[in-house]
């Protein structure tokens, strides 16, 4: 090889294919006059001639082919054989390099076969001596065991090792016909042709590896600018798009690909997109960004799922895999190659490379295609997190541009990096003013320091109410929100967001000071109707009184319709009294249940009994079906009643004289259904949805036909829903009746229990007793009197509190009836005196208009035995208190 790296001639090689050939002259020169036969020195100096144009061709020939080819045809020639091969040594086995005048199926059988085989070829190469065979005897004796398909007719043979120093580089064989005969001086050309037959092969493959070498340092030297091409076009990228732009083009020539694309994943991480593709587009459609859902069966998304190389190499691989159309449309290439690209330990992107033909790029060409695909990996993971960088510094300055409350961001020590036109209208400083200097705002900055310093430690700031000075002195009301913004390098600002609170502030003043004026209205409404309550009560208790002593005295035809009339008046005026009283204190939220669980048919039966005046003054027709046993519900026994009881009135309130109303009960699955049925005058049905709310009524004539004030279905509504069961009602309109229905969680039969029975008095009342009536009512006290009178009861009356203890130190009553609302001396006081002086010797029973709660509890606290709101039915009073 000479400097510029070209094979030179070898001078060494010339002179022993010149030498050699000379030599052979000579002899055969030396051997004509012996002979004297001029033929024999036609051959030789027809062989010289041979050998010389064989030299020359093999001193031209450049490569392992052209040498081979020269032997073949000009080597053959020179011996006279009708065949010939040659073959070299490749890992224990012969393969051959080129052949002339051979079978096909001959040769496919004997492509490639080891060195071991019983042949003439074989064995030369072996033993590295030539093989010379013309008789079959010599073919019996020489190769016994010789396999019969040889390549060939078995005619003679030569089989001459290629050998150069101690290398053993292959083989030639040449096959005669049948009659040919080798003289010594055939067998002497073969040998020297031999000879220079492995010279030339040498050398020429000595040329190959030269001429490769060259090609492969040009192919990585190309590749290798290639790379920093790419490195520096990656370096100034600085979007995903810039990236992709810059790595498509690059790796697909590294790989002398015909396709290139780079995918990334959407924001919402269901899709790939295509940022940049060269070559053939992997798609049927025109769109040069097409997004495919990540779910998808095709290779740039397999290879992002799975994180890892997808290698298919040839076209049927492909279509195994995936379907044709999966490529996008396009035909599928004959290979494809899929890289992810990772940073960071996850998956950012694909970048899949597509060949027309099948096979595998060369080893170089993946190395560097690898060493692009890592650095695209780096520059992509910084593209986008410049991009996300970018995104979110333009979304803060949007967002503190357009917050209507002042935002900030400080460093630990207090300097101003952000400062948004909201800060400069509520603190006076301006942007420029504050930016790159400590808080402008002065006052209490220690007070600010301590807040800097409590967030930079990790501490989020929620809601604090500061007070701090405008830049023109005016004090600031605000609500302080802080949180840390931790970075990357570990250092930490602080975000600060302030809040003018002072409307706020005047607004909750505002809102204290009505709600200090509603609570003292509430006060005064609770005081107003509990003394509604009594005072409308009152004046009903003598007159129930009285109408009770006209009906003992006896049945006068002329008074009796009268007193009828006005005791079911003043029923009714009970019933709205307790009524509004009632809606009240479910409106305030001051209705306490006392549950129990219980067979429904006991709260019904106490319904019925309240309604049936209502029902024999109309003369209606009920029908009961309920079942006595079986449906338990966990109720208040009084208020249960009370919501049946106004279902019932209302029926009959809104049914025709001689009209129907059916009451039934039934379960069906986990809920006690209660139902009130009549054929009265139905609800039209725009009233419908409103019917349960308060003050709601139908519509009624002139003379306000039904009565009522629209608190009746209010109250169930509320009374049902705190047992927790629902109501509705339904009509098919106006003439056509209407339903109502009660649905109650239900409990198991087993779980009733027996009702409640009073504790019993230890007093031993005798049959006659002692009784002392205390009301400054005087009709009220006069007429209760009265009626005790003439059950045989000893009465006594006083209308205060200290009247009430004198009479008593003589009288020394058994049962005191009390109305609380007394003058000098409350009822509570005096029950407490007359508990102290007399202990368990009298019973106690209280007779008042304040009927809540909290009324009853505070009496019994007293010392009461009895608490009967106003007015109480005077034998129910005897039954009870007085038996």
């Not at 004539?701 to 109501?727: C, E, F, M, Q």
Request: glycine share 8%; charged share 25%; hydrophobic share 45%.
């Amino acid at each position: 090889m000479d400097r510029a790296g070209h094979w030179e001639r070898d001078s060494g090689s010339d002179l022993f294919f010149t030498s050699d050939a000379r030599s052979s002259v000579l002899r055969e020169e030396s051997r004509a006059p012996a002979r004297s036969d001029e033929t024999h020195a036609c051959g030789a100096r027809r062989r010289l001639a041979c050998l010389e144009e064989i030299t020359i061709a093999l001193l031209t020939a450049t490569g392992e082919d052209a040498v081979a080819k020269v032997i073949l045809e000009l080597g053959a020639a020179a011996l006279g054989a009708s065949a010939a091969l040659v073959a070299m040594v490749e890992d224990d086995a012969l393969v051959i390099l080129d052949v002339r005048g051979m079978p096909e199926e001959t040769l496919a059988q004997w492509r490639r076969h080891p060195l071991d085989v019983s042949t003439p070829l074989a064995t030369a190469v072996r033993t590295r001596a030539p093989v010379f065979i013309e008789t079959e005897a010599e073919w019996s004796a020489a190769f016994p065991d010789a396999v019969r398909a040889m390549i060939g007719p078995r005619g003679p043979r030569i089989a001459l090792p290629l050998i150069v120093g101690d290398r053993v580089l292959g083989g030639i064989g040449f096959c005669f016909p049948a009659s040919v005969r080798f003289t010594e001086d055939d067998r002497a050309l073969a040998v020297t042709l031999g000879r220079q037959c492995a010279l030339a092969l040498d050398r020429a493959r000595l040329f190959d590896a030269e001429r490769k070498t060259r090609a492969e340092l040009s192919l990585f030297a190309r590749r290798l600018d290639r790379l920093q091409h790419t490195t520096a076009a990656l370096a100034a990228a600085t979007t995903p798009l810039e990236v992709a732009r810059a790595v498509v083009g690059d790796a697909r020539a590294a790989l002398a690909a015909d396709r290139a694309v780079l995918a990334i994943p959407t924001p919402d991480g269901q899709s790939l997109v295509v940022l940049e593709h060269e070559g053939a587009a992997p798609w049927a459609s025109g769109t040069p960004h097409p997004s495919f859902p990540l779910d998808a069966n095709i290779p740039l998304t397999v290879t992002f799922r799975t994180g890892e190389r997808l290698w298919l190499s040839s076209k049927a691989a492909i279509e195994a895999r995936f379907v044709p159309a999966s490529w996008g449309g396009t035909a599928t290439p004959g290979s494809l190659l899929g890289f992810p690209l990772v940073a960071r330990g996850r998956t950012i992107g694909v970048l899949l490379f597509g060949w027309g033909a099948e096979g595998a790029p060369d080893v170089d060409g993946a190395s560097i295609a690898e060493e692009i695909v890592h650095r695209s990996a780096v520059a992509l993971d910084r593209a986008m997190l410049h991009a996300a960088f970018e995104h979110e510094n333009r979304t803060l300055t949007a967002f503190t541009a357009a917050c209507p409350v002042a935002a900030m961001i400080l460093d630990r020590d207090g300097t101003v990096r952000v400062w948004n036109p909201a800060a400069e209208r509520m603190f006076g400083w301006s942007a420029a003013e504050a930016v790159g200097r400590f808080l402008p705002i002065t006052d209490k900055r220690h007070e600010t320091e301590a807040f800097i310093a409590r967030v930079a430690g990790g501490e989020v700031l929620s809601g604090i109410e500061v007070e701090r000075r405008h830049k023109l002195g005016h004090t600031i009301d605000m609500s302080l929100y802080s949180a840390p913004v931790v970075h990357g390098d570990g250092t930490v600002q602080c975000l600060s967001i302030c809040m003018d609170i002072r409307e706020r502030k005047q607004a909750e003043a505002e809102l204290r000071r009505a709600y200090e004026i509603a609570r003292d209205a509430d006060r005064r409404k609770d005081e107003f109707l509990a003394l509604l309550g009594h005072e409308l009560r009152n004046p009903l208790s003598p007159i129930l009184t009285a109408l009770y002593l006209m009906r003992l005295k006896g049945r006068t035809s002329g008074i009796e319709r009268e007193r009828e009339v006005i005791e079911r008046q003043v029923q009714h005026l009970v019933a709205l009294v307790d009524d509004l009283l009632d809606v009240s204190r479910i409106m305030r939220g001051k209705i306490q249940l006392s549950t129990r669980p219980m067979e429904i048919a006991r709260v019904f039966s106490q319904a019925i009994e309240i309604a049936s005046p209502l029902f024999e003054q109309k003369r209606h027709e009920l029908r009961v079906d309920v079942p006595a046993e079986g449906l338990v519900v966990d109720v208040d026994e009084t208020r249960m009643a009370q919501v049946l009881a106004n279902l019932l009135t209302n029926a009959a309130r809104y049914t025709e004289a001689g009209g129907h109303i059916a009451v039934a009960a039934r379960r069906e699955g986990a809920e006690v259904i209660l139902s009130v049925r009549d054929d009265g005058s139905g609800i039209p049905s725009e009233m419908l949805p409103v019917i349960f709310d308060l003050f709601v009524q139908g519509a009624r004539g002139a003379d306000r036909a039904g009565g009522g004030l629209g608190l009746g279905l209010g109250l169930v509504r509320s009374l049902v829903k705190l047992h927790g069961g629902t109501v509705s009602a339904h009509s098919d309109g106006p003439g056509r009746g209407s339903e109502f229905e009660v649905r109650l969680p239900a409990l198991s039969p087993r779980r009733a229990s027996s009702p409640d029975l009073p504790a019993p008095v230890s007093l031993r009342l005798s049959k006659v007793r002692r009784v002392l009536v205390v009301d400054d009512n005087r009709d009220a006290a006069q007429m209760l009197a009265e009626v005790l009178a003439s059950h045989g009861h000893e009465v006594e009356l006083a209308h205060d509190g200290p009247q009430a203890l004198a009479v008593a130190a003589s009288f020394r009553p058994e049962v005191g009836i009390l109305d609380i609302g007394l003058p000098v001396m409350d009822g509570y006081e005096l029950a407490l005196e007359l508990r102290a002086a007399y202990g368990d010797r009298i019973m106690l029973v209280a007779v008042t208009g304040y009927g809540q709660e909290h009324d009853k509890r505070r009496a019994f606290e007293a010392g009461f035995s009895r608490h009967y709101v106003k007015p109480v039915a005077a034998d129910a009073l005897l039954r009870e208190v007085l038996p």
